[in-house]
């Protein structure tokens, strides 16, 4: 660990004194010239000096030790620098700022990017590999249960590979499969199942069952018996997961409410999902940030919220957390994909005093 005594410690030391007093970000660099650390500041100087303050704390020490150089880039105000830093998080991923990777959530239902795609439960969400994904359930043995009565009612592929082969596996046999690998069913008709179990799961409540219900109806009254029959079981299956799933609140409004708790570098952040009432999931985090306290959100957020859909119209925050670009950037973010309201966040007391809903214990710390 460095000392005041060292040569390295008083090379960052005078690195961080002749720093501008203009706003900016700078990067902490080790001996290997990785970058660890990526932070933001209102005035470079004041920011980077407050490293080598007396009474440091243990985050802070944590950085120092680890540090070979300090490198930073000025900007023309605040915000500008806000992006910046959202920019190099993303390129760098440094180490010492949030990185979701370690999350713990509830599982999701995954539809694969393949010509004839599966769908299995899972607990990691690859945002850039093609795939549908459904959920969170918060009961994941329902929907267990779901998927069961899903490859009961729709003849998919089980195999994790998809490989050609000159015979079909048991599951053809048993009328469980159509054997796509032995183009016992070409890619059309197979697809029209996929499209029917997004159906399923679009998660519009009863705008999708009373769609699903119509079509169901017409599909008997054009004779096509088969296909009514699997949006009937299909409706059956999914009222069953989703009565398992209610957690059911007054308000109908979609809305999240995050929460987070500190131990030094170690943060923990809560995020209950709340849509048409009822309660979808939450999602639990832990991770390690050397930001400050009222800057912690604004770092997570900027994570959590990469996917531009996944924004609700409100977000219930600690009233101790810092939102003064947060807003700006998230509306923003929003105008790129729909000119609808923006995302507004709402402060409270506590993030997590909602009446009876889960991990209360995760902000105890927070407001």
Request: hydrophobic residues 35%.
């Amino acid at each position: 660990m460095l000392n005041t005594q060292t040569s390295e410690y008083e090379k960052l030391h005078e690195t961080a004194l002749k720093a501008p007093s203009s706003s900016g970000v700078y990067l902490w660099r080790n001996s290997e010239e990785t970058v660890i650390y990526v932070g933001k500041a209102k005035n470079l100087k004041n920011r980077l000096s407050s490293y080598f303050s007396a009474g440091r704390n243990i985050k802070t020490e944590l950085l120092v030790s680890n540090a070979a150089s300090i490198e930073y880039i000025t900007t023309s105000n605040e915000y500008e620098a806000f992006l910046l830093e959202n920019n190099l998080i993303k390129k760098y991923t440094p180490r010492y700022n949030i990185q979701l990777k370690d999350g713990k959530s509830y599982p999701v239902l995954k539809i694969t990017n393949e010509e004839f795609p599966r769908l299995y439960k899972t607990r990691q969400v690859k945002r850039n590999d093609g795939a549908a994904y459904f959920g969170p359930f918060p009961d994941a043995g329902s929907l267990d249960t779901f998927i069961d009565t899903l490859y009961k009612v729709y003849p998919l592929r089980h195999c994790r590979s998809f490989k050609k082969r000159e015979a079909p596996c048991m599951y053809y046999h048993i009328g469980r499969c159509k054997a796509p690998c032995c183009n016992k069913i070409d890619k059309q008709t197979y697809n029209e199942f996929i499209e029917e179990i997004k159906a399923l799961l679009e998660g519009k409540g009863d705008e999708t069952v009373n769609k699903l219900t119509s079509e169901m109806k017409k599909a008997a009254a054009a004779l096509n018996f088969e296909k009514a029959a699997r949006l009937r079981d299909g409706l059956r299956a999914l009222t069953i997961m989703q009565n398992q799933n209610i957690v059911e609140d007054f308000e109908s409004e979609d809305r999240d409410y995050i929460a987070h708790w500190r131990e030094g570098e170690l943060v923990t952040f809560c995020v209950l999902k709340i849509r048409s009432g009822k309660l979808l999931g939450r999602d639990n985090f832990r991770v390690e940030s050397l930001n400050e306290d009222e800057e912690l959100l604004e770092e997570f957020a900027r994570s959590y919220y990469e996917s531009k859909d996944s924004l609700p119209p409100k977000i219930f925050i600690s009233e101790q957390d810092n939102t003064e670009f947060l807003e700006q950037w998230l509306n923003q973010l929003e105008g790129e994909v729909s000119p609808c309201a923006p995302t507004s966040l709402v402060a409270t007391p506590s993030a997590v005093g909602v009446g009876s809903l889960p991990c209360r214990s995760v902000g105890q710390g927070v407001g």
